[in-house]
């Protein structure tokens, strides 16, 4: 299917690919993989979708633990970078594909997780379809999990800016500006390369408000079990997250 251009195109490449790469650290996608297997849960032989999983950060660990991953993004650039971290046959599945249009059979998977903001690209309706998608290749009691940034914490503080000098020398700018009416986040990064030369790109992405995911979730056929961020997910009592939270997390269930 031929799909029209997208802020994405220009912005999964090695604009975010260079930009990010010191942020998401080994230990950082270790805390984040166990929070994923331990709210979903995974057990050895799961077979478990990551939709939009980049360069397999957690793909590569899970695959390890003797989950069943496959892998799934839009970049090739990205799987193949996935596929050279992890080659045999003990590494995950990766398949090229499009979260809106998902190339699996209906119930292919005992759990899906999309983290780090990699669903909800598009507008509302699109961002619903991505996520009934999800619900569509999950077996039903299988359970369906969505990171993204914490709404909450945006609100009170909708304009960020930044400069990070990275170690080859190379600069990323950063300025973003939540707007909380359409729960959109708009974020203008450049990254200047030691010689000069400079990639740009636009990102906006969707963050859905706690009150919102009920809904959400019942339009996509999967019902909310819970909302929680990454800090509390080893716990036994987790709270909805507040504005404090770093991050948001939807657990949701496809029901029998
Ligand atoms: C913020 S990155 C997150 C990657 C990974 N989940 C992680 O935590 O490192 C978003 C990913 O979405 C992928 N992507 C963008 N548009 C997509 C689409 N329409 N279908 C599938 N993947 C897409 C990008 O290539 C990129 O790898």
Redesign the pocket.
């Known amino acids: 299917m031929t799909r029209a251009p997208?802020w994405?195109d220009a912005y999964?490449g090695e604009l975010?690919r260079d930009s990010v790469a010191d942020l998401?650290t080994p230990r950082l996608t270790e805390l984040e993989a166990a929070a994923i297997a331990s709210l979903l849960p995974l057990g050895a032989g799961d077979a478990v979708l990551?939709l939009?999983?980049?360069?397999g950060?957690?793909a590569r660990l899970l695959a390890r633990a003797g989950i069943r991953v496959t892998g799934?993004?839009?970049?090739g650039g990205?799987l193949r970078s996935a596929a050279a971290a992890s080659p045999g046959a003990a590494g995950p599945g990766l398949v090229r594909?499009?979260?809106?249009a998902l190339p699996f059979r209906a119930g292919a998977f005992d759990a899906v997780f999309?983290?780090?903001?990699?669903l909800f690209?598009f507008d509302d309706a699109t961002n619903e379809g991505c996520l009934a998608e999800a619900a569509r290749v999950v077996r039903p009691g299988g359970r369906v999990l969505v990171h993204h940034a914490n709404p909450l914490r945006l609100a009170r503080e909708p304009r960020a800016s930044a400069r990070r000098t990275l170690r080859d020398g190379s600069v990323v700018e950063e300025e973003s500006a939540f707007d909380a009416a359409r729960g959109v986040d708009r974020c203008a990064r450049r990254l200047v390369r030691p010689g000069g030369a400079a990639l740009a790109g636009i990102a906006e992405l969707r963050y859905y408000m706690p009150t919102e995911w009920g809904r959400l979730a019942e339009r996509a056929g999967l019902r909310l079990v819970e909302l929680t961020t990454t800090p509390d997910a080893g716990r036994s009592a987790r709270r909805e997250p507040g504005p404090e939270a770093p991050d948001l997390i939807a657990l949701m269930e496809k029901p029998t």
């Open positions: 997208h994405g999964y975010y998401l990551d939009a999983c980049g360069h950060r957690h799934l993004d839009r970049s990205y594909g499009d979260v809106r999309s983290w780090y903001a990699s690209m």
